[in-house]
């Protein structure tokens, strides 16, 4: 079955402490991404990754970092987590196509910071 | 910057009547506009799209209109069931630089039995 895994699926932690998001897919998709969704402000693109060893910074990016060593997996990395990055995450795929507007999107990690 | 919104936060409407989600858009660049349904508890999925050199595609149920006149995008869902309840977003994509989906803010669309 074709689809986007995100783990874990809720999170709760304290200021401070380093935490990372994972995200696979099984689609072979070029492009990933990583949105955050707070109520009123729609979802908003953290990072992305044309391919392999390729990040870039969305539109909103501080406070978090990405990798991207294999095409498969793009973990989202919180070094010192604050309450403000409180949220709903989810992890998206797709292929690198101008025409292509297909997403695929993660179950979604919500995360609590305190 | 630029930006894509939605005019109502939450329509509720009867089982079997029509329904029309509308969008506000204001990127004219745009090369396309796509509608995405998240049910509670899962991820955006994806439902129709429209290329900026079209005003009209029907899918399944779903017709998706685009009025760049007034750069406008609705989603007109026929005979709506209880499985629409959802939140319908608009998101507009360009086909150069990084190609993000940006997204509005979304509307709740409450289907009453």
């Known amino acids: 079955e074709a689809q986007v895994t995100q783990n874990p699926r809720y999170l709760i932690t304290v200021t401070g402490k380093k935490l990372t998001v994972t995200c696979s897919q099984n689609?072979?998709?070029?492009?990933m991404s990583w949105y955050r969704q707070d109520p009123g402000l729609g979802l908003r693109q953290i990072y992305y990754s044309m391919n392999v060893e390729v990040t870039d910074k969305g539109d909103v990016p501080e406070g978090y970092k990405v990798s991207r060593k294999e095409k498969r997996n793009f973990p989202l990395i919180l070094e010192s987590p604050s309450p403000n990055q409180t949220s709903l995450y989810f992890c998206?795929?797709?292929?690198?196509?101008?025409?292509?507007?297909?997403?695929?999107f993660g179950q979604g990690t919500r995360l609590t910071v305190v | 910057g630029e930006s894509v919104g939605l005019h109502l936060p939450t329509l509720s409407v009867q089982e079997g009547d029509n329904s029309i989600i509308n969008c506000a858009y204001s990127n004219s660049a745009s090369d396309y506009f796509i509608w995405y349904k998240q049910e509670s508890g899962k991820g955006p999925q994806f439902i129709i799209d429209i290329r900026s050199n079209m005003d009209k595609r029907q899918g399944q149920r779903v017709t998706v209109l685009l009025n760049k006149t007034v750069k406008h995008l609705s989603l007109q869902i026929a005979a709506t069931q209880p499985g629409d309840s959802a939140v319908y977003f608009c998101?507009?994509?360009?086909?150069?630089?990084?190609?993000?989906?940006?997204f509005g803010s979304g509307t709740r669309l409450q289907v009453q039995p």
């Open positions: 998101a507009e994509k360009s086909g150069t630089g990084r190609r993000a989906l940006t």
């Open positions: 998206a795929s797709s292929f690198w196509d101008r025409k292509n507007t297909e997403a695929f």
């Open positions: 689609m072979n998709h070029e492009y």
